[in-house]
């Protein structure tokens, strides 16, 4: 499967996932599952000061490419 799919991850300053949003969807259910399946509660690296407290919005662009040989 190829295709490319977007999130939108927001986290805590300390790098607690608050929210995964799949923001553009490839046409495979697989890859966008596995896109924001690792950030669903996860906890990132705190992100330093001046973060910002009341939330840190980190956009995500992942391009699957299959290769056949």
């Known amino acids: 499967e190829d295709g490319t799919?977007?999130?939108r991850v927001v986290a805590n300053p300390d790098g607690?996932?608050?929210s995964v949003q799949l923001v553009g969807p490839s046409t495979s259910p697989s890859l966008n599952f596995g896109t924001t399946f690792p950030f669903q509660g996860a906890r990132l690296p705190a992100f330093p000061p001046?973060?910002?407290?009341?939330g840190v919005t980190i956009d995500l662009t992942v391009n699957y490419v299959l290769i056949r040989r």
Do not use: M, S
């Not at 001046?50 to 009341?54: E, Q, R, T």
């Open 50 to 54: 001046p973060a910002d407290p009341n």
């Open 5 to 7: 799919v977007r999130v």
């Open 16 to 18: 607690t996932v608050r």
